[in-house]
């Protein structure tokens, strides 16, 4: 699904940034990304015995991201999803 939402054609590189591993990833035209919020903070982490070093690329990359979400929300091209109360509470979701 992700791979399918990136145009068939661009002019620009296409990255796609992912928390996840991609085994399976189909898109040769667009470059993707795995990032781990432990190394993005600049810290280092273990998982089943293997050691996941922090790079500098992953926390520049961070670095970049926020500086650009927060252009974009105070541009107002990103904003948040419109509240909608309704009656019933968090209760009623279950029957929504």
Do not use: Y
């Not at 590189?13 to 919020?37: G, K, M």
């Amino acid at each position: 699904m992700c791979a399918a939402s990136f145009p068939s054609a661009s002019n620009e590189e296409l990255h796609f940034v992912s928390l996840r591993p991609l085994e399976n990833w189909t898109r040769r035209d667009v470059n993707p990304i795995v990032i781990q919020a432990q190394t993005a903070a600049n810290e280092q982490f273990s998982r089943a015995e293997r050691r996941v070093p922090a790079t500098r690329e992953q926390v520049e990359f961070q670095l970049a991201f926020w500086e650009m979400s927060g252009q974009l929300v105070a541009a107002g091209k990103i904003t948040s999803h419109p509240v909608t109360l309704r009656e019933g509470g968090l209760e009623a979701v279950a029957d929504a």
